[in-house]
């Protein structure tokens, strides 16, 4: 899930603490480098793009890449909409803004969803950096509702949205929300 890089709409936290076209700066090189990075044949990587129209109209990400729109709401309801957007099996959705995520990272999280119906891979403040599901039945109506973002809660929060779910957890990892975050080497 990504964010066109336009100062002032992208990286707003980390924009307080190093201005808005440096904290804009940042999350292009750091999306376009990761992208570079996890491009491999066991997965496909599928852009979800804000705002909507940029899916189809930015030239800011590789141009084979596909893309689709996120579309509108709160965070856990466009990450929701994006897992019942693709076709069935198992998915999982990370942000740009996680500098220490690797092909390792991600083949542990389709090796867990063989085993568990869920996966998250935490981060150190309480979020997440990645959710999969392994999506073989129907995305629960109430995934990823009334979930306190940006708070030590969202892990929490997010995995009781899935009751009954055999959830998996891997690697913790840190993002980057501030000038902070960038230089304790997220």
Known sequence: ML???????V????????????????????SAALLRRLDDPRWRLVLAVAPDRAAAASRCWPAHLPRIPQGGGDLGERMARVF???PPGPVCVIGGDIPGIGKPHIARAFAALGRHDAVFGPAHDGGYWLVGLRR???VPAGFLQHVRWSTRHALADSMATLPG??????DRLRDVDTAADLRAGA
């Open 165 to 170: 779910a055999r959830i998996a957890l891997i």
């Open 3 to 9: 964010k066109e890089p336009r100062p002032g709409r």
């Open 136 to 138: 073989s039945g129907a």
């Open 11 to 30: 990286k707003t936290r980390l924009a307080r603490d190093i201005g808005p076209v440096a904290a804009a700066w940042w999350f292009r090189h750091q």
């Open 84 to 86: 019942r957007a693709l």
